[in-house]
């Protein structure tokens, strides 16, 4: 565990930085520690390096610039994956549209950069005890303007990492597939681009979701929650998981509740509440529940279509969840991390360098070690 934090803390992104001895560079360029049993330690070790690559990957994906991570780069950074044994699958506009997948492509209408969904499974369960799979889904808005309702000018630079639940989605999946976890795992990730245009979608407009409901698009600054509805429903429909997290850097509000120490914790199953937040805990990514219910659902009704995207000014965190949990099937166990405070650190961590955290690959799967293996 000491070797693990040190070589978490080890992680810079200087890749864009000319100079060749740059003052951010660690000073520490190696650790030796000695003990009795060095064969124990290694293999006690090597499964930690391997969530260690997933963090890394995660934290690459969110400090990269939009001009070079977009839905089709993105993929192609996915590469590594099947040499892991991770099964991939790629959905473009087409396919999406056949499947009736309004409400993403209506979020990425607006942008030359064409939209991608990414399915990957990881089997790694033993034949004998194959299940029905846990599933993670991941937002991938590569970049976000806000679309026709803009964001204002000053800190926009920071929405390109508002693909950061999506590169979670994929850093545990290459950590899962690492370290040979004996589960079966899904990873979802709707990739879009948010931008005004000439063709980007208004204010007021009608979109309908794969599950058939229909969404009254109030504000297109809300457009996360319409890319998780399609891929979330897309998840279910398809691989039939017995728990699904989903996980998105979806509001400004959650800031505003819990600043940048906690995610946001919605869930319908109070044992995945509970997992989570141990798993939490024990890894030093720790997450808050918040409250759903009947009155804040409510608030998103729409008077023309099956609901509204956007609820209002209260409660904004707590809205987009309950927009979220219509496109939970029945019997299927739901849980939303909202982690727009704690994917990016202005500030250096004792295992984080200021930058991309990769926040909640080691939640994850801390959760499914504990919780999930056969």
């Given at each position: 565990n000491i070797a693990y934090g040190c070589h978490l803390r080890s992680y810079r992104f200087n890749k864009y930085k000319t100079q060749e001895k740059s003052k951010d560079n660690p000073s520490l360029t190696s650790l030796a520690v000695m003990l009795k049993d060095v064969k124990g330690a290694r293999r006690n070790f090597a499964p930690l390096r391997s969530v260690a690559d997933g963090v890394f990957f995660t934290r690459d994906l969110v400090s990269e610039p939009a001009n070079v991570i977009y839905p089709i780069s993105f993929v192609?950074?996915?590469?590594?994956?099947?040499?892991?044994?991770?099964?991939?699958?790629?959905?473009?506009?087409?396919?999406?549209?056949?499947?009736?997948?309004?409400?993403?492509?209506?979020?990425?209408?607006?942008?030359?950069?064409?939209?991608?969904?990414?399915?990957?499974?990881?089997?790694?369960?033993?034949?004998?005890?194959?299940?029905?799979?846990?599933?993670?889904?991941?937002?991938g808005v590569t970049f976000d303007t806000g679309g026709i309702s803009i964001k204002p000018a000053g800190g926009m630079e920071d929405m390109k990492w508002d693909m950061g639940g999506s590169g979670v989605v994929i850093g545990l999946m290459k950590a899962l597939a690492g370290r040979k976890a004996k589960v079966n795992a899904v990873g979802i990730v709707g990739l879009v681009e948010n931008m005004p245009s000439g063709t980007a979608q208004r204010p007021g407009d009608v979109v309908k979701t794969m599950s058939g409901q229909t969404v009254e698009v109030i504000n297109t600054d809300a457009e996360g929650r319409l890319v998780l509805a399609d891929a979330m429903w897309y998840c279910q429909d398809r691989f039939k998981p017995h728990t699904m997290i989903d996980l998105a850097t979806l509001t400004g509000a959650i800031i505003v509740?819990?600043?940048?120490?906690?995610?946001?914790?919605?869930?319908?199953?109070?044992?995945?509440?509970?997992?989570?937040?141990?798993?939490?805990?024990?890894?030093?990514?720790?997450?808050?529940?918040?409250?759903?219910?009947?009155?804040?659902?409510r608030m998103i009704n729409s008077d023309i279509a099956d609901m509204k995207n956007i609820g209002g000014r209260w409660g904004g965190s707590i809205t987009a969840a309950q927009f979220l949990q219509r496109f939970v099937k029945d019997g299927v166990k739901w849980a939303h991390l909202d982690i727009a405070g704690v994917t990016w650190s202005n500030k250096e961590t004792p295992t984080c360098p200021k930058g991309g955290t990769g926040f909640g690959v080691r939640l994850l799967d801390r959760l499914v070690s504990e919780h999930y293996e056969s």
């Open positions: 192609a950074r996915l590469r590594s994956l099947p040499k892991l044994g991770v099964k991939i699958q790629v959905l473009d506009e087409k396919k999406m549209k056949k499947l009736g997948m309004g409400a993403l492509l209506g979020v990425a209408q607006g942008s030359a950069n064409a939209p991608r969904m990414v399915a990957m499974q990881w089997n790694g369960a033993p034949k004998s005890k194959e299940t029905r799979p846990i599933a993670f889904v991941g937002k509740s819990l600043g940048n120490e906690n995610a946001g914790l919605f869930a319908n199953d109070d044992e995945i509440c509970d997992r989570l937040t141990a798993a939490g805990k024990s890894v030093g990514e720790p997450v808050w529940r918040m409250p759903l219910g009947d009155a804040y659902d």
